[in-house]
């Protein structure tokens, strides 16, 4: 097993840092979860937990979900304020 050196783990922090704009977790993120998931199950759809805090986060910050993933459209049938884009 290969440690990363500290110098390393920096350097592709600030890599992603500057590549990508990093959007935060917290207490709007998690409600915004509970309800996509709690509309979803409602509709008999239960999605991945990863798909949903995707969609939450998205839903928290505006921005829609860019994905050609199924799952993601399903859960706006659900949750029609879930914008997604092919």
Known sequence: ?????????RA????IASA?????????VARQWAG?????SRGGFTPGQNDA???A?????????????RAFRRMA????ALDVLP
């Open 1 to 9: 097993m290969t440690i990363w050196s500290e110098r390393r783990v």
């Open 12 to 15: 592709l922090e600030d890599h």
């Open 20 to 28: 990508y704009t990093l959007l935060p977790y917290n207490a709007d």
């Open 36 to 40: 996509v998931v709690a509309a979803c």
């Open 53 to 55: 805090w995707v969609a």
């Open 57 to 69: 986060t998205a839903l928290t910050f505006g921005c829609p979900v860019v994905s050609g993933d």
């Open 77 to 80: 049938e659900h949750y029609p």
